[in-house]
Nanobody, 120 residues
Framework: QVQLVESGGGLVQAGGSLRLSCATS?????????MGWYRQAPGKQRELVAA???????TYTDPVKGRFTISSDNAKNAVYLQMNSLKPEDTAVYYC?????????????WGQGTQVTVSS
């Protein structure tokens, strides 16, 4: 059974930085079709923050462009989100996701979420 294990959230002042990490645990015989991060602030819908897809494409939501950087370690099936110049509006629960391909089937997996709080 595949699980996504997240770490790295916390409380930081505006202008500070945090780095989120997420890696798969368990399971075998799959490849990563896509991996990245969503976030959900109180009272708001979950939104895509950043993701990379098979083939090399990378997507960022406009509010984080130039401040956040997504990276990956294929050997570890891991994805990272470096968040710089954090703003109070970045406060949210951040969820890692992975679209895993096994045979001809793609299945989505989610991490448990990690809280990021940016104080003004």
């Amino acid at each position: 059974q595949v699980q996504l294990v997240e770490s790295g959230g916390g409380l930081v002042q505006a202008g500070g930085s945090l780095r989120l990490s997420c890696a798969t645990s368990g399971g075998s015989g799959f490849s990563i079709n896509g991996m990245g991060w969503y976030r959900q602030a109180p009272g708001k819908q979950r939104e895509l923050v950043a993701a990379f897809r098979r083939g090399g494409s990378v997507t960022y939501t406009d509010p984080v462009k130039g401040r956040f950087t997504i990276s990956s370690d294929n050997a570890k099936n891991a994805v990272y989100l470096q968040m710089n110049s954090l703003k109070p509006e970045d406060t949210a629960v951040y969820y890692c996701f992975a679209d895993l391909l096994r045979g001809a089937t793609i299945k989505a997996y989610w991490g448990q979420g990690t809280q990021v709080t940016v104080s003004s």
